[in-house]
């Protein structure tokens, strides 16, 4: 690795049911193997959010379980905090040449909110200077190709209606974040088998697999 290079910032976002941990988890394997291949590539770790092993984290998996109830705003700012008590740790890592693959972030956050009726700025302002990624890969499937995937679970949100409201405020985000210049944001087809979603994901991801030029900036600043 050129010493100029930092570990790339790579999210992955999608509604439930799109196979984004599975994908999440191949694309990391991939990235392992090509480390262990050759010393060009730099290491690689999967963060996941919300991290409910967390004390925050337990917060959020309660709320998620309907084993507490929250007011909208408070977990709103929990989901956030979860990401704010990592940006440190994301930072130290790219700095040091690895890349960084997170499941779901900042935008999952959003998105999930400004659904309940929350206005977008108000979702925006808690996430505006996290470590912005470089880019973000968006599963996109539609909420009934997902419910009939085998059917969501039992957690709060994992239903059709709530998914096609989520999935519409993902796409104002998507548009924004091109417009607004804040990395790169990538569609890809999730309704396809699993190799092929994974190949596609491989195609954005590769040429970020060995580093990028440039500092690490904060989301949205
Ligand atoms: N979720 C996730 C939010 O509502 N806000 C957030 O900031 C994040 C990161 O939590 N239905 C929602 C989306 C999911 C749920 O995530 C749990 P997962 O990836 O299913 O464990
Ligand atoms: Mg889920």
Known sequence: ?????????????GLDRSGKSTQASLLHDRLQDRQDAGATTPKVVLLKFPD????????IDAYLRSESELDDR????????????LASTIVAHLAQGTTVLADRYAFSGIAFSARKGLSYEWCRAPEVGLPAP????????????AAARGGY?????EK?????GVRRVFNKI????QEEGEGKWVEIDAGKTKEEVAEELWKAVEPLASGVQG???????
């Open 1 to 13: 690795m050129s010493s100029s290079k930092r570990g790339a910032f790579i999210v992955i976002e």
């Open 52 to 59: 409910r092993t967390t004390a925050i984290g337990k917060m």
């Open 74 to 85: 408070a977990i709103h700012l929990l989901f956030s905090a979860n990401r704010w008590e």
């Open 134 to 145: 470089d880019l973000t890969l968006f599963l996109n499937i539609s909420p009934d190709v």
């Open 153 to 157: 679970g039992l957690e709060r949100y």
């Open 160 to 164: 059709e209606e709530v998914q096609k």
């Open 174 to 177: 998507g548009r924004a974040v």
């Open 215 to 221: 500092s690490i900036s904060g989301l949205w600043e």
